[in-house]
């Protein structure tokens, strides 16, 4: 009896030993299958494949409705045109003019933008005297102030320069005065209680009150900064991504001028992350979501 009793008790180990491998299999699929549902469900996974599918389609639908080239190029004469242009230095000699150019323009339009902003928030009277006539500025279209700053400025760097950061001007200045007049009534009474100066209220309460508001701005102006470049290299320049464009369109030579577009795409993308990354280091106190772009 006890040997009969041994025996069912080692048929009831064996089992449940055996069992246990085809559970680990099962836990080892199931979460393979929670790491590939998540992979897919990751933002930027769908956007790379959303990408990828629009390239086939358009490949596709290109050849086989046979669209002429100098009408719509296909995805791989684009990345042929983008490769020899990048290879041969072209484009990275182009798009570094242009980019110093957007760059330049955009440090000018914030520094601009921020100690404008400022006094017109402070100082009642420089908000009746100046600000109506910065409105009538920015409600002008820049391609017609555009050549104006060429004969001001010449065909070479400074114009460019003075048009980006014309056009990337307004928004930092707005952004900013909205910006210092958003900051806590409550905290502004307890600071005059206090007796606290003029720039101490401004240091303490609303300059970090507005941050979040002034890198909304800045986030604008950096796209806008990279436009104004491409415009005032449209109306006169030697060099630059504008001047590439226009080479390119009068030649018919449209699957370069995609690859300029790319280019550029690519730069107001780079310049937008580097704004929200440096947001994201300053105001890490602020909610993405609650910043309002004006």
């Not at 494949?49 to 719509?72: D, H």
């Not at 933008?113 to 400022?118: A, E, P, S, Y």
């Not at 991504?241 to 107001?268: E, Q, R």
Request: proline share 3%; charged share 15%; net charge positive.
């Amino acid at each position: 009896m006890l040997r009969l009793r041994n025996e069912r008790s080692g048929l009831r180990g064996t089992t449940r030993d055996e069992s246990l491998p085809a559970a680990a299999d099962e836990g080892d699929r199931s979460e393979r299958a929670g790491a590939a549902s998540r992979w897919l469900r990751s933002n930027k996974v769908q956007i790379f494949l959303f990408t990828i599918g629009i390239l086939l389609v358009w490949q596709f639908v290109n050849e086989a409705l046979r669209v002429p080239s100098y009408l719509l190029p296909t995805p791989s004469a684009i990345a042929r045109a983008l490769y020899s242009g990048v290879v041969d230095g072209l484009f990275i000699k182009s798009a570094f003019i242009t980019l110093l150019e957007a760059i330049t323009g955009f440090l000018i339009a914030a520094c601009a933008g921020i100690v404008l902003g400022t006094a017109i928030a402070q100082f009642a009277i420089v908000e009746r005297l100046v600000y109506p006539y910065i409105v009538g500025l920015q409600s002008l279209p820049k391609v017609a102030i555009a050549p104006l700053v060429i004969v001001w400025f010449g065909y070479g760097f400074s114009s460019k320069i003075v048009v980006s950061a014309t056009i990337a001007f307004f928004p930092v200045l707005v952004n900013v005065i909205v910006g210092l007049k958003s900051a806590d009534a409550d905290q502004l009474d307890l600071m005059r209680s206090l007796n606290a100066s003029r720039w101490q209220k401004l240091r303490l309460v609303q300059f970090p009150a507005a941050l979040p508001f002034i890198f909304a701005g800045l986030d604008v102006a950096a796209i806008f900064s990279v436009l104004g470049a491409i415009v005032a290299e449209f109306v006169g320049s030697q060099a630059g991504l504008g001047n590439l464009l226009l080479t390119f369109n009068s030649n018919l030579d449209i699957s370069s001028v995609f690859a300029c577009l790319i280019l550029l795409g690519l730069m107001g993308t780079s310049l937008h992350f580097a704004i929200q990354l440096l947001r994201r280091r300053m105001v890490f106190w602020s909610r993405e979501d609650e910043v309002r772009k004006l």
